[in-house]
């Protein structure tokens, strides 16, 4: 068939094609509508199912009777009726300086020099006042002296008697003012040494070197405190002051040794609330077997006498997931819920205190690693 053919063929079928209605659709309208949309519900990712459940067994959560506990955040702080000022009552400029802020000291440790002028003055008045002494003494040898002679009236006796007792109590107030400066009056210097009252930890410094100190009408230049027996100050909220009572004990955990545990005795509780918190001041007194430091965070663990039913499972049944503990626990079906709980204290026979998630005649898968271990396959 040549080219022309072939074409006058193929308009042919074209012009039949719209004759026959091709492109009309004489299907239901219904089956040309678009499927209806499906919602798939997320699975919950704390179930599992699993084919044979028999292979995890069961166990029954016991009750465990236990005393009931609260839980507050504190810190370190000194004793303060172990804590000592050291002053200088001496003002002056400050040459050196022989201990800093941390430092162990022991009592009668040199701590800083001081150069003063009050000193010198003092020394100036304690020289003066030792030669009208000597003035005094020898007056009143030569009247004694005029007086048995007959010479002397008594009256003058009794003057110059009375001069030398003066100046006597004057060179005595003046060597008690260098003593009391902290200088020797048989030594004559204008610097003062300033030693550590008692013997502890310095928790505060406010002087530096070529500093001034202006006696007692500035901050102490050091304070000392024995760190043997610190405090624990608390935060208790107040409706929670109610399981709080002085003489009671309490545990305490170091943030920085959480494995170690320690126990002091209520000494105070705060009359005055916060009243922005709400929260009261708990007081702890706690013998420091050496790990204490002054500003540590803590946690302390108040026990009180009334008691609170939880309940108690195998260990094992505690799976422990990114930093949260599980239990799981039968849902029929051949599967089984993850649920989150709070543990408290480790019991013995291998068994944990479950504070909330779990309560006491609830199943719990007995071994938590074992079935988590399958389901992750």
């Known amino acids: 068939m040549n080219r022309m053919g072939f074409a006058g063929l193929a308009l042919s079928l074209v012009l039949m094609c719209f004759a026959n209605g ?42 465990h009777a236990a005393a009931a506990q609260l839980v507050a955040t504190g810190v370190v702080a000194p004793d303060i009726s172990r804590t000592v000022p050291v002053i200088s009552l001496a003002s002056g400029r400050v040459v050196e300086i022989r201990a800093r802020l941390g430092d162990t000291v022991r009592k009668g440790q040199l701590l800083l020099r001081v150069e003063s002028s009050d000193v010198s003055s003092a020394f100036s008045d304690y020289r003066k006042g030792v030669a009208d002494e000597v003035v005094a003494h020898e007056q009143l040898g030569r009247a004694k002296e005029l007086y048995e002679k007959g010479a002397f009236a008594l009256k003058d006796l009794q003057s110059a008697q009375d001069a030398e007792d003066k100046a006597k109590v004057d060179v005595e107030t003046a060597a008690e003012r260098l003593r009391v400066l902290g200088s020797d ?136 997931l990114h930093d949260r503990e599980w239990v799981y626990v039968p849902a029929g079906d051949k599967t089984f819920r993850r649920l989150e709980v709070t543990t408290g204290e480790t019991l013995p026979n291998k068994m944990q205190e479950i504070l909330t998630g779990v309560h006491a005649g609830q199943q719990v898968v007995s071994n938590a690693l074992v079935l988590q271990n399958t389901v992750e396959q």
């Open 22 to 63: 091709c492109g009309e659709s004489k299907g239901d309208p219904k089956a040309e509508a678009p499927p209806a949309a499906v919602v798939e519900h997320e699975q919950d990712v704390n179930v599992f199912k699993v084919g044979h459940p028999e292979q995890f067994p069961l166990f029954t959560a016991i009750e």
């Open 185 to 320: 009056p048989e030594h004559p210097t204008g610097i003062v040494e300033i030693r550590a009252p008692v013997s502890g930890v310095i928790t505060d410094q406010q002087v530096a070197n070529a500093g001034g100190v202006q006696s007692l009408s500035s901050a102490n230049p050091f304070t000392i405190s024995d760190l043997s027996r610190v405090w624990i100050v608390c935060d208790v909220y107040e409706n929670d002051l109610g399981n709080v009572h002085i003489g009671e004990t309490a545990e305490i955990r170091l943030n920085a040794y959480p494995d170690k545990a320690l126990r002091g005795r209520i000494s105070n509780i705060s009359d005055v609330l916060d009243p922005s918190l709400r929260t009261a001041k708990v007081r702890i007194e706690v013998v420091n077997p050496g790990l204490m430091k002054v500003g540590m965070f803590v946690t302390a663990t108040f026990h009180s006498e009334k008691k609170e039913m939880n309940a108690a499972i195998p260990a094992d049944a505690i799976l422990h």
